[in-house]
């Protein structure tokens, strides 16, 4: 008799989910899944609105994204006039970006998950987390808070506002970077590097212990997808797609996102609302694919700076092709920090990002436009398709976390599989799930398209489908 083991809530994500876990008559695990109920609501109340009014709406979907769809809609705006940007805004809009994604994955690393690694998978919950870090190593956690808070200051330079800075506008950018935030900006370089580097020895150092986890948290074959420069390096806003597979040959390459539909599906599954985008030509589920950081080093061939390249030399010895394991994503996630200071410090010699010629005018010149940015936790994509005056007649927010859900449900498994015994849900298991859905830092506040949190539960499921043990926490 097949059975389900259902966890709720994984904590420490941004937002709330909930896991279910197949067991077959065996007792062995078959199979998992991350629930997510999705309200399209969102994509919904924007019908009607002025396409010019859609960078200060979506940053509204979520409180941890704000800037990533601030971005992507405002490129969406660019589209539908049909301009090219002028090259200050353009370095603007990615000077912005770079500071989201230092801060995104300083959160990620320092405060989520970290804690697991550093302090072992097998210390009690009430010690496993940002303040266990801090008694355990004050000076790191200090150190990642700090880091997190640059790349803040960074977006609350330009914009103005930590929160839902509407900056971004359909053909460029409000405000140029002024002289007293670039100053404040170079302030915090050198510590920006040491703290990075000081994560990255630590994590290196805790690979050699964490063989196992290496293994089984997500380590299977997929595409991976990311952008990429017309020489295939890194990129984080602009440039094409590109897909490749597990043995890191290039399968498709130099897409243009305004045509995602022809290469991009989106299969909608029964068991949650959650759509699971997958690469057309394979079908569903083969052309399964994971986005974010260890898909953008997956993808690209060099960093495009020489610190961030130096670490991608190591990184990619740690796959045959491409680097597999999902545990490695939090490796990448600390590179794409170093290549993003790297950037930051490239810009502040930049005359480019203090001029005055900052925004293409234009009014509506194509009814379909699509916005792509590279937010922290992957490829989003922002489709409005607009009336001749600019109202919104349809929107289809694509985000990282429905992207990576197809690979998050086999990662639980997988951890599943090496940890379930029995019909009882043990706590070393379940601190594995949660750091196994962890490495893909999702945002559950984007991918549901909702506001706030939600509930999350893991039950352990009989096939008759009667739940034989269920484990919920307080997020
Ligand atoms: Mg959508
Ligand atoms: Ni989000």
Redesign the pocket.
Known sequence: MAKRIVIDPVTRIEGHAKISVFLDDEGNVSDAEFHVV?F?GF?KFCEGRSYAEMPGITPRICGICPVSHLLASAKAGDALMAVDIPVGADKLRRLMNLGQIIQSHALSFFHLSSPDFLLGWDTEVAKRNVFGLISANPDLARAGIRLRQFGQEIIEILGDRKIHPAWAVPGGVRSALSKTGRQRIKEWIPEAYKTTKLALDLFKSTLKTHGREVQVFGNFQSLFMGLVTEDGSWEHHGGLLRFTDSSGSVIADQLDPQNFSEFIG?SVQSSSYL?SPYYKPMGFPDGMYRVGPLARLNVCERMGVPQADAELKYFKKLGRGAVTSSFLYHYARLIEILASIELVEQYMDDPDLMTDHLRAEAGINKLKGVGVSEAPRGTL?H?YEVDRNGLIQK?????AT?QNNLAMNRTVAQIAKHYVKGEKIQEPMLNRVEAGIRCYDPCLSCST?ALGKMPMAVSLVAPDGRVLNEVTRDG
């Open positions: 999705e399209r994509e989106e759509k994509f489709l929107v289809n927010l694509i985000v429905g398209h």
